[in-house]
Structure formats: structure tokens, C-alpha cells
């Protein structure tokens, strides 16, 4: 099955700084997505970006599906980005996601 | 007001009892997916439905079992099988025409615990 590898995988940051949060994956997907997984576990939806660019706010995400990686940029980091970011892909027939490992991003006040 | 439930959000349960959890949607989402997920790691597919009355298993279907009766609905039964039951369980719905692939929304989850 496909591989997922997230890096790094933990990150501290002070509020105001920017990030870069990476996914590289093993074989060609027909979707990608990113999730923000907050303190009570509850995965939110960032973005649904098999191939492309997209921003909403202060995040962005990039994914370069040719050479088989996703980014996901934070800007004018927040406390309240704090948590579990995760990227997910899938390929081939059917729909099942398989998940990276994630990565804990902490921001400080 | 559309979206995914589960049931109870937390569970508490002895060894070798079995216990259902239970996913409800109301988005009129084809297919249905339960994940896994252990402290620290991410999320593993257990079992996963494209249609009614269908299901496949995903990487750790051993010791789980489901149904698929009605399109809204897709419980999970931890069995007494399952070696190492306590975790947190994860509901997903997604559109799903063929081999059209659309993103997945997740529930709030529920925390089982066995002991």
C-alpha cells in the first residue's frame, strides 16, 4: 500500500512566525486532504488538494503530485494552531485515506 | 444541521465483553469508513462501506466487525477478539461514485476504554 511520511515530526514555534509542514508519499494518489486535529480529537478539514495549490486565511497548501509530496504553509502563527496536523492520501479504486504519523505543532505565546 | 455523530464519547467496558459504537449521518455521504487511532500515532483504517448492505475490511479489520443496513448508519462492534481494544475510534463519510474520489469528513469520535 501507499506510504506516507510527514516531517517534521514535532515543531515549537513563537506566535507571529511561519511555518512549513511536509507529506511525501510513496505512489500516485487521487486525493490528498489535511486535517488539524484540536485537543478533544475532533479532525477539522483543511484542505482537499490531490494536485494544486489552494489557500484559505494563513494557511496554504502545495501539492506536486508528479514528484509525489504535499506542503502546508502557516503564516502569522497563532496559539490557537496548536495541535496535531495531518496529511492523507489515497489511490487507486475506492476511497479509503491511508494517514502519515502527523505532525505536533506547539505555538507559544 | 448536517454532519457525522458517534455515540457515546466515551466508553467504558471489561475484558471480554463486546461493545458497539455508533456512527450516524445525515449528509446523504455513499460511503462510510471506522479508524483507529493509538496515543501519539495516526489514524488506521479498520473497516470501510461504499454502499448499502456492502463493506470491506481496511489494515486491522481482525477482531472488528460492522454493518451496513441503512445508507446513514454504520456501527462497529469491538469484539472480545480485538487484543488491545482501548483506543479512540473515528467515523468518516465521503460522496463516493466509483472510482470518483471525494474528500471525507470525520466524526467527534469515540474513547474506549477496557480494562
Known amino acids: 500500500g501507499i506510504q506516507v511520511e510527514q516531517s517534521p515530526p514535532d515543531l515549537i514555534l513563537q506566535e507571529g512566525a511561519n511555518s512549513t509542514l511536509r507529506c511525501n508519499f510513496s505512489?500516485?494518489?487521487?486525493?490528498l486532504q489535511w486535517f488539524h486535529q484540536n485537543p478533544w480529537g475532533q479532525l477539522i478539514n483543511l484542505f482537499y488538494?490531490?494536485?494544486g495549490t489552494k489557500q484559505n486565511g494563513r494557511l496554504s497548501a502545495t501539492t506536486v503530485a508528479t514528484e509525489r509530496y504535499s506542503l502546508l504553509y502557516i503564516s502569522s502563527s497563532q496559539t490557537t494552531d496548536s495541535g496535531v496536523y495531518f496529511c492523507?492520501?489515497?489511490?487507486?479504486?475506492?476511497?479509503?485515506?491511508?494517514f502519515g504519523e502527523g505532525t505536533q505543532l506547539t505555538v507559544n505565546p | 444541521d448536517g454532519g457525522i455523530t458517534q455515540s457515546p464519547k466515551y466508553l467504558f467496558r471489561k475484558e471480554g465483553q463486546n461493545v458497539t459504537l455508533s456512527c450516524e449521518q445525515n449528509?446523504?455521504?455513499?460511503?462510510m469508513y471506522w479508524y483507529r487511532q493509538d496515543p501519539g500515532q495516526g489514524l488506521r483504517l479498520i473497516y470501510y462501506?461504499?454502499?448499502?448492505?456492502?463493506?470491506q475490511k481496511g489494515d486491522i479489520a481482525e477482531g472488528y466487525s460492522v454493518s451496513r443496513e441503512k445508507k446513514e448508519s454504520f456501527p462497529l462492534t469491538v469484539t472480545s477478539a480485538q487484543k488491545n481494544p482501548t483506543a479512540f475510534y473515528l467515523c468518516?463519510?465521503?460522496?463516493?461514485?466509483?472510482?470518483?474520489?471525494?474528500?471525507?469528513?470525520f466524526g467527534p469520535g469515540t474513547r474506549l476504554t477496557v480494562t
Open positions: 468518516a463519510s465521503s460522496i463516493d461514485l466509483g472510482r470518483l474520489i471525494y474528500e471525507q469528513y
Open positions: 505512489d500516485s494518489v487521487n486525493n
Open positions: 488538494i490531490p494536485s
Open positions: 492523507a492520501v489515497g489511490g487507486g479504486s475506492g476511497s479509503r485515506l491511508t
Open positions: 449528509l446523504n455521504h455513499d460511503a
Open positions: 462501506s461504499q454502499i448499502v448492505n456492502d463493506f
